[in-house]
């Protein structure tokens, strides 16, 4: 102390600036804006500066200058301070160091990382696709089908269905390749037909398909007498392929061993069967020495155990369905240019609704009833060898590329009068090849014992 400093302060230090008493230390906001910061900090916390000591080491140079805190904290504090340490705390502080930035311009704090919270977007509706294609023909009565050598393929054409707008006509043309159906889409077709003929003609290589009835606009059936051939992509018309009106196609199938697409019709009144063969764009009559008697239905098939086209006339003749079968018609068989009969049939399956067809080793018919075949030849006769997988109208035709009987549609066994969609081969036996779920499939072969009913299932898997 002395006169030059009454109040006795000579020789102390100057004024600590890290004390937070002192005029222009730490306390000074203005000249360390990172005060507020801390300060807003603690406050948060609840300001637990009772447990904190400040231990400043201030940089010699005089340069930027922070604060560095040392917290003894106790274990049994830690772990409260830790829970005090809140998002809260962190988003506040971020906030404040935003402030003292935007008020100094020269302090740069980097937060820590946290998730920032997404905007919830709305869902976009689904992208709608285009059904797939259908993998097989809908279901159907009485669609036409015959065997393609020309590409190794069963071509099937048209058929019926019922629906509340009464009978329709089908147009689609499929192909089957020994396992799977195929669309084809011609550009050209003809219009939709039930129950038509399809025949293949060796001497064209072209596939010919005749007669059938078409629907009308008021859910009706029509019959047609046009005719139309496939040559494996598109179908044409021929315009001289009609047939004289009074005639109504009742069987068409090819002479193998004359190399004919024989085509026989019952004539006007159903008094008399004439015979036609396809001459390459019309229908040429024939005049054989001895013909059938008329009949309204009948089927045609080559049977290779006598390399012979044999006709089937059906026990009503031309009485309809209305008579009761009582007759064996004769089985009459074509040599390239007469018919000639063999002994009557001892006992016929061709009654109600009944699929003919040829196959590597008989004549197949398939009846509601069951599968026979024929022994052919003179004294020839039917013996059932397997149940049946449809109870009438579905289209048959023999694969030869793959050795298998294909047929497809008509009425099922089991479904209330209905057709299916259904898709079978025989090879021996009956194999479903793509049947529906609900239809239940009947069995390949009869018991020993007895004959099973239709619409037990087989052993045989689908494939």
């Not at 294609?133 to 009565?141: C, T, W």
Request: hydrophobic residues 35%; aromatic residues 6%; charged residues 15%.
């Amino acid at each position: 102390m002395n006169d030059a400093d009454p109040a006795g302060t000579e020789g102390e230090p100057p004024p600590n600036r890290y004390d937070r008493s002192a005029s222009r230390g730490l306390d000074d906001e203005t000249r360390h804006p990172a005060e507020r910061l801390r300060r807003a900090l603690a406050g948060e916390t609840g300001g637990h500066g009772t447990e904190q000591t400040a231990a400043a080491a201030g940089p010699a140079d005089g340069g930027a200058e922070f604060e560095t805190l040392s917290v003894p904290v106790s274990p049994s504090s830690r772990a409260r301070w830790a829970r005090r340490i809140t998002r809260r705390t962190v988003i506040t502080g971020v906030s404040v160091a935003a402030l003292v930035v935007a008020a100094t311009g020269s302090l740069v704090l980097t937060p820590g990382t946290r998730h920032s919270e997404v905007a919830a977007t709305p869902s976009r509706p689904p992208i709608a696709l285009p059904p797939a294609p259908p993998s097989r023909p809908s279901a159907r009565d009485d669609a036409a089908m015959a065997y393609d050598p020309a590409d190794d393929s069963v071509l099937l054409f048209g058929g019926l269905v019922i629906g509340g707008e009464g009978l329709s006509a089908l147009d689609d043309t499929w192909s089957w390749n020994g396992t799977r159906w195929t669309d084809l889409h011609p550009t050209t077709s003809p219009p939709g037909l039930s129950g038509a003929l399809l025949g293949y003609d060796p001497a064209t290589g072209t596939l010919v398909l005749t007669g059938g009835d078409t629907s009308t606009l008021g859910g009706q059936l029509e019959e047609t007498d046009a005719t139309w051939s496939w040559d494996g992509s598109a179908w044409t018309p021929e315009a001289a392929g009609t047939l004289p009106a009074p005639d109504h196609p009742a069987a068409l199938a090819t002479d193998s061993a004359s190399g004919q697409l024989i085509l026989v019709t019952a004539g006007a009144a159903c008094q008399g069967l004439d015979t036609w063969e396809w001459g390459g764009s019309a229908w040429v009559q024939l005049h054989p020495v001895a013909s059938p008697p008329a009949t309204l239905e009948a089927g045609l098939v080559f049977d290779p155990r006598t390399s012979a086209l044999d006709l089937f006339p059906a026990a009503s003749g031309c009485a309809g369905a209305e008579q009761t079968p009582t007759a064996n018609p004769p089985v009459w068989s074509w040599n390239g240019s007469t018919w000639s009969t063999t002994t009557a049939q001892p006992d016929t399956v061709l009654t109600g609704s009944w699929e003919l067809t040829t196959s590597s080793s008989a004549a197949l018919v398939v009846t509601a009833g069951g599968t026979y075949q024929w022994s052919g030849g003179d004294g020839g006769g039917w013996s059932q060898i397997s149940t049946s997988p449809a109870a009438g109208d579905a289209a048959i035709a023999y694969d030869a590329a793959d050795d298998q009987v294909v047929l497809f549609g008509g009425i099922c066994s089991s479904c209330d009068g209905t057709a299916g969609p259904n898709t079978w081969t025989w090879d021996g036996s009956w194999i479903p090849r793509a049947v529906t779920a609900s239809n239940p499939i009947p069995k390949s072969r009869p018991d020993s014992s007895s004959s099973p009913a239709v619409g037990q299932a087989p052993s045989s898997t689908v494939t």
